[in-house]
């Protein structure tokens, strides 16, 4: 992609309502557009990390089973009523509107219950379970105040997993089978080293449900980390009761701020038993269906590896996320004919990449070097190469990856095979 | 995927209120299931199809210079009230809700004016123009009665491009660029031959728009074809005048039903000056966009797939955009040794496929050949593949396309190959 040509430029400024670290650099780097408080869209840049990220789960939900489906953001008033949850005290977030004939409808902020409700057709007997299906779709969460930039908003793109299971111990094996997914999958997005299962509400249902946090300044929660079992329990749940059946000892828990990243939680039967989801087992009698939820924001994801990766330049993005891997800087050059060569060298570089399958961005503007390198610090591709007249009386490349400070000259005979060799690393 | 295992199974009857055959078909053959009027989920069968048509559509839309974007459902009232459309009286499918602040914020039916408004950020001079930006988006549309299965609906997605030029010989040569993109996209998906290039009404902006329309009887719009030419022109601007124009005799036209599957508009500088859209041109010039929408809904095209190809027996999917390749059906038989047999070679025929990256379901429940042939007859994938006793006694599997009525052995040795063939064709 010739950056010229990339719709969503950089800007040197963010909204000034633009407090968080992530939403800034997001936003100056050309990823998302503001189109109110805590409503962003997502500019090309911004789409691909989220594809990526979107990709990293699929491929993890698929691994341990789940099936992907798409529910409706519309949702019906009735389900909602039957598990008490349609009330405003109940649910402080929702957004309603009206159908024509005045009858209210929901829009989703989440999908358990018309998801149970929609199972109802399609489980009868044990021979049904167990399943897993999921989704991304998009949540509306009326919230009082949006804050945090693309971590906690009005609108964001959710991977929710529902699994449906004959029993408390098949429930378990998937539930100890989404936290091993969910692990890889936090590693693979660059943040494993900093996420923890941590130990949180587990409301009505069950005593804990199960988040996995970040530890980022940047984060709303306050956990306890006990570093050497990688565990940490939330401030929400920690007494002496909870420390002792966990095993731990105060004096060695460490308060730090994190972001939850992902969450996972027991509904136990309560919620069958209130839809009507009933199956027949082998023993020939009726019973309520085990239900676990598994989520993830996609956003609020990418704004933690922002805020964990940025540096004083800008966002730096781990590779696989990375909406693109190699950021090629041409500069200007006095002599015609050099500018020439830069220019041809550049581009046919730019087009090998490409048709090689590696996404690359190509910066040829008519701008500065200054300028093309604050832009290329900011937006954040992993791997910057510099084509100039320098490095050409060299018939080389600089070399530079955005995580290091350290720059080297690769030959231009080279410089394909070491980007193969790095990118498929 | 082993059939057993898939989420959404074939049911026997549809909804008693659903009278459109594509809907009808969907649902009992377990792609689509039915939330509330006009409002779908997609279950896997369902939403593999609809990943395919948009994998179509995407790949013609990068082609001709598209930028994948995604904005928002939540909508700032202040954009619409700018071009007038934010009453009830001038835009009547509204849904609307509101934010904990009592202000009003729309839920989109549409994306002009939210990106338009966005594009100001990133267009100052000729230099950043023209470009196209496109976004698969949900669209929520308060129709006061909801029919044709999915083909009109409360909720659906649709890919929205939007292009902005400088000058009405710019936007036309990308008019142009874009009306090829889609007749490519229709012939891809299957509908290439149905579909007409229709001149229907332009609304304030210009005399006309373009439709593309699907000769179907299940089509709500009445069109009149021009077969020689490849053309159609819609009732709604049918005179005299529009005849002698496109030079068409009256005579020679032919009237049919037939769906709207693509619609593309000019708009002209109407919106852009209305929402401040302006850029400075080469000639120092402040003048304002042009801007063109182009849109296809991806529920729509899918039910006129259905429409266009299903028979008595069910659903029949044409190849680029069926949720699987081949379909095995493996039978019973009364003697052990023989089962094992038949789930042996049945077994290892789909993993083999699905290794080479061929998407196949096997229908291993313990059913009756009847119930086994009907449900593949209803789901429609392309090649259906069986496995018995009689077909292992000639070291064979039965060929049968959906779309034909004969079928054939082809030798186990062979079979493979014949696959490998006939999917790259």
Chains 1, 2 share one sequence.
């Not at 800007?11 to 050309?30: F, H, I």
């Not at 159908?99 to 998801?115: D, F, M, Q, T």
């Not at 020439?340 to 910066?363: C, F, K, P, V, Y």
Request: charged share 30%; proline share 2%; aromatic share 10%.
């Amino acid at each position: 992609m010739r950056y010229s040509r990339l719709f969503g430029k950089t800007t040197k400024t963010a909204p000034a309502d633009e407090t968080a670290k992530n939403a800034q650099l997001l936003l100056k780097a050309g990823f998302i557009y503001k189109e109110m408080a805590g409503v962003y869209a997502y500019l090309p840049l911004g789409l691909r990390v989220t594809e990526k990220i979107k990709q990293i789960i699929r491929e993890e939900m698929n691994a341990v089973g789940g099936q992907e489906i798409i529910m409706t953001t519309l949702q019906r008033k009735e389900l909602w009523e039957k598990t008490d949850r349609w009330s405003d005290e109940a649910v402080d977030i929702w957004f309603k509107a009206q159908l024509k004939n005045g009858s209210e409808v929901g829009l989703a902020w989440s999908h358990e219950e018309p998801i149970t409700d929609m199972v109802k057709n399609y489980v009868g007997s044990y021979r049904d379970l167990p399943f897993c299906v999921y989704q991304f779709q998009n949540k509306l969460r009326n919230e009082t105040r949006a804050k945090s930039g693309i971590m906690r908003t009005r609108e964001f793109v959710m991977k929710d997993l529902y699994s449906y299971a004959r029993n408390n111990e098949e429930h378990q094996v998937i539930y100890d089978a989404m936290t091993q997914a969910y692990l890889r999958i936090f590693d693979r997005v660059g943040l494993g080293e900093q996420t923890y299962f941590t130990f949180a509400s587990g409301g009505a249902f069950t005593q804990f449900s199960h988040e996995f946090q970040t530890v980022t300044p940047a984060g709303e929660d306050t956990i306890y980390l006990y570093r050497a079992k990688r565990l940490a329990v939330n401030k929400e749940v920690l007494n002496d009761e909870v420390l002792a059946q966990l095993d731990l000892k105060r004096e060695e828990l460490e308060e730090v701020a994190a972001s939850e990243v992902g969450n996972i939680f027991n509904f136990g039967t309560t919620k069958s038993e209130q839809l009507g989801l009933m199956f027949t087992d082998e023993d020939g009698k009726t019973k309520p269906v085990v239900l676990g939820s598994y989520g993830i924001g996609i956003g609020r994801l990418m704004g933690v590896i922002v805020e964990h990766y940025a540096d004083e330049r800008g966002i730096v993005w781990p590779k696989s996320v990375a909406p693109a891997l190699v950021h090629i800087v041409s500069l200007k050059a006095k002599d015609e004919a050099m500018a020439e060569r830069i220019e041809q060298i550049a581009s046919s570089l730019h087009d090998e990449l490409e048709n090689l399958g590696i996404e690359t961005i190509w910066d040829e503007r008519d701008a500065s070097a200054g300028e093309k390198f604050a832009d290329a610090d900011l937006i954040g591709i992993p791997l910057r190469l510099v084509v100039s007249e320098k490095t050409l009386k060299e018939d080389s490349v600089e070399w530079k990856l955005r995580s290091s400070t350290e720059s080297r000259f690769v030959k231009l005979d080279d410089v394909l095979e070491e980007i193969e060799v790095y990118v498929s690393e």
